[in-house]
């Protein structure tokens, strides 16, 4: 199995400026976005300290679609979040949201696999964008859910019957979830 390829590296100067260490040239957190839509893993360190910014350029990234009205995150959703930081919930919500997205990804995957539009020229770069913005809004967590092992979470038969199966799993997450709160 071949190894993953190696992120793009970006460093942030002192003066806040981002760096591509691949072409040698500054870039911008909209720059940022575009590798990742574009399938790339980026990772942003502090040149001085070494610390991994990633995660905070990602968050901002984020913060700016959404106060741009680019609203992808329901108002429940982000109140559930911030919830999250301060119960004890807080340890299993990383693994509930990367196997929703999970179950997202495949799920629109299939359905992308079974539409007209697969025989379409320029269709499998349509998929990858669509498999890095998952990815992006995954926080690149995924491979780290520890719930269910593949063969349990994936669906039996194709058709009708993948959609009753993602519901199933997501109530007994949502159960796992309440159970863990009290």
């Known amino acids: 199995m071949a190894d993953a390829p190696k992120p793009l590296l970006i460093k942030r100067y002192a003066s806040r400026r981002l760096y591509n260490t691949e072409t040698s040239d500054y870039v911008t957190l909209e720059d940022i976005s575009g590798f990742i839509r574009d399938g790339r893993e980026v990772q942003i360190i ?3 300290s070494g610390d991994d910014l990633t995660r905070q350029y990602l968050l901002q990234i984020v913060a700016d679609h959404e106060s741009r009205g680019e609203n992808v995150l329901p108002l429940g959703v982000l109140t559930d979040l ?14 509930f949201l990367t196997a929703s997205f999970q179950m997202l990804r495949e799920g629109q995957n299939k359905m992308l ?22 990815k992006a809004m995954s926080g690149g967590m995924a491979g780290q859910w ?33 159970k863990m709160d009290k």
Request: aromatic fraction near 4%; avoid cysteine; charge should be negative.
């Open 146 to 178: 520890s719930g269910p092992d593949q063969e349990e979470a994936k669906p039996e038969s194709d058709g009708g019957e993948d959609l009753e199966a993602i519901k199933k799993q997501l109530a007994a997450l949502q159960d796992k979830l309440s």
């Open 46 to 48: 502090d040149l001085k």
């Open 113 to 134: 696999e079974m539409s007209p539009m697969a025989k379409m020229p320029g269709f499998e770069a349509l998929k990858a964008q669509q498999d890095a913005f998952m």
């Open 82 to 95: 911030v919830r999250s930081y301060t119960t004890q919930a807080q340890s299993v919500v990383p693994q």
